[in-house]
């Protein structure tokens, strides 16, 4: 059975370039957040009951998911953002196993499942082996949200309300990566953490 350790952390906390560290030093990726692209894309398995539940206002002229416009629905309507939810989750988690299961034949020591909404979620926790959060101020995962994607400040803030607070994160924690002090700083953290996964990975073979 494949070592898994579950990666998360709130918006803007820099998990992308945990993921990219994790991945250079060798460990295998599932990205929830991949797959829920590749659900959304034109002739995807989520496009067609999310057209059903939304219309096409939600619909970009390819086909594709408009997510610019299913985030405005999704974040100014908890009812419409736990329809969404209702429709991905269910098929994001059932690829996800899909592809750890596949994991099992491989060379790779331990699998990094990225799972950005595992304690709002609660999904998961149960089948894996270690639990990592990215962490970092509140403050600075505003500013690079929108940095990088032009949002205003009142649109990340409506965002982040919907995930959990930043304790009730770390407590679900076994290791903390502080991702608030550059990439030197996260780069260390990561091939520390990276040396202990394969370590538990050996003990569990």
């Known amino acids: 059975m494949t070592f898994i350790v579950v990666l998360t952390g709130g918006i803007g906390s820099g998990k992308s370039a945990a993921v990219e560290r994790f991945a250079a030093l060798g460990a295998a990726i599932v990205d929830t957040d991949v797959i ?5 894309v034109p002739g ?4 067609a009951p999310i057209r059903a539940a939304f219309g096409e206002a939600v619909m970009a002229a390819d086909g594709a998911l408009d997510r610019a416009a299913m985030r405005r629905i999704a974040f100014s309507d908890p009812a419409a953002r736990k329809r969404l939810e209702a429709i ?3 098929l994001i988690r059932a690829e996800a196993e899909r592809r750890l299961g596949r994991l099992a034949a491989t ?3 331990y699998a990094l499942l990225v799972v950005p909404l595992l304690v709002e979620s609660g999904g998961y926790r149960d089948r894996v ?10 403050e600075t995962c505003i500013a690079r949200v929108m940095r990088r994607s032009g949002l205003a400040r009142g649109e990340v803030a409506a965002i982040m309300a919907t995930q959990v607070d930043r304790s009730t994160r770390l407590a679900a924690a076994d290791d903390v990566i502080d991702n608030a002090r550059g990439f030197g700083e996260l780069d260390t953290q990561v091939t520390a953490l990276h040396a202990r996964y ?7 073979r």
């Open 88 to 90: 991905l989750h269910p």
């Open 44 to 47: 995807g398995a989520g496009i």
């Open 129 to 138: 082996d270690r639990v990592c959060v990215v962490d970092c101020p509140e």
């Open 107 to 109: 060379d790779f020591a």
């Open 36 to 40: 829920a692209r590749e659900l959304t």
């Open 198 to 204: 394969l370590a538990l990975a050996r003990q569990r």
